[in-house]
């Protein structure tokens, strides 16, 4: 008889802290919590539409957007929990204009900030449409015992500990990477344990999927419009066309083409000539994986993990993916960067 034993994400993290020598567990506990506040949200993200969870909270975010109810939830959720685990002194996320530190005198003593999106792809709340958590963990500049300061949080995504994100999706995954490949952990709502689903995964070196949000053709830049022409031109050598997908949030549109082989972009458009995603807490944590599981993340020009961040929301134009699609799109935006 085949037994069914499956390895759940604390027996996992255990096992790789096991690797590091010098490692005290503090990250393992911190990844622990995040997962603990992952189910807490998936819980409700399940339940959206007998409780009282969907539709607008009625207040704005610092960039101006209407913040969701489940925005506010998740935010609130993933601070208790970061805070609970006594190994964060202090977070940025999305739903908070400042940094947010904690006091106490365990949190002081911590060693890790984490920069967080509580809920990412809010448009698509309300109609039970894949949406998401993504995280990102540095080690703190500032000294222990203190309070964490700004400059913890503007480091380069090169500086990431770990990172990853959670998908509320069909079923609820959580991905990360502490910068020894990536590995995928699947809810299983019987046991409510995440349990190892997708070990070490890879994307494939070049893919068929291109996801962007087309609407904005008019205000790309030459160069990306090239690309969507050379996407929907008839290539059989090169599997083309290719497939578009876009789902409308970002963390469901890149864990789809992590695992099938695609690209995703968000270039400058007129209402954000900057790009739209946020550096911090979109952008590095999901290069971090990208890379780890062997593809690529740039702004166009540049390898994203080596921007070093000026402000927390900093925003910028994002294309990750399979590395031969990223490098092609570059090719693009290289030959039409005058236009
Ligand atoms: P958030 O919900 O955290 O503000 O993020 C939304 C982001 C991202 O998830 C998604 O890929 C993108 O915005 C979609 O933007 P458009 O609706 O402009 O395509
Ligand atoms: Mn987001
Ligand atoms: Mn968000």
């Not at 998740?74 to 006594?86: E, N, P, V, Y």
């Not at 509320?168 to 990536?182: E, I, Q």
Request: hydrophobic share 35%; aromatic share 10%.
């Amino acid at each position: 008889m085949n037994i069914y034993f499956p390895k759940t994400l604390n027996e996992f993290i255990i096992e790789r802290q096991a690797e590091f020598p010098y490692a005290r567990g503090e990250l393992s506990r911190l990844l622990h919590h995040i997962g603990i506040a992952a189910k807490v949200v998936g819980k409700k993200v399940n339940k959206a539409g007998l409780v009282d969870i969907l539709g607008h909270a009625g207040n704005m975010n610092v960039q101006g957007e209407d913040q969701m109810k489940l925005d506010v939830f998740a935010d609130i959720q993933f601070r208790a929990a970061l805070k609970a685990s006594g190994e964060c002194c202090g977070i940025a996320s999305e739903e908070n204009k400042d940094i947010v530190t904690f006091d106490t005198d365990l949190a002081m003593d911590a060693k890790y900030i984490v920069a967080i999106d509580p809920l990412d792809g809010s448009s698509n709340i309300d109609v039970n449409v894949s949406i998401g958590t993504i995280f990102s963990i540095y080690r703190r500049l500032s000294e222990r015992g203190t309070r964490a300061v700004m400059d913890d949080f503007l480091q380069p995504g090169t500086e990431q500990v770990a990172a990853g994100y959670i998908i509320y999706g069909s079923s609820t995954v959580l991905v990360y990477t502490t910068g020894h490949g990536v590995n995928a952990f699947t809810l299983d709502p019987s046991i409510g344990e995440f349990c190892l689903s997708h070990p070490n995964i890879r994307t494939p070196d070049d893919g068929t999927i291109y996801s962007i949000n087309e609407g904005n053709y008019t205000h790309f830049p030459m160069g990306v419009k090239k690309y969507i022409k050379y996407c929907q031109e008839r290539d059989e050598a090169t599997n083309r066309p290719y497939t578009s997908r876009y789902i409308g949030s970002l963390v469901a549109d890149f864990h789809r083409n992590l695992l099938k082989g695609g690209i995703y972009i968000y270039p400058p458009t007129e209402k954000n000539p900057e790009g739209k995603l946020r550096l911090l807490y979109e952008c590095n944590p999901i290069a971090f994986v990208a890379e780890q599981a062997g593809g690529k993340a740039t702004d166009g020009f540049q390898r994203v993990l080596e921007i070093k961040p000026l402000s927390l929301h900093q925003r910028l134009p994002f294309y990750t993916g399979c590395k031969k699609m990223v490098d092609k799109v570059e090719e693009f935006l290289r030959a039409y960067s005058e236009a």
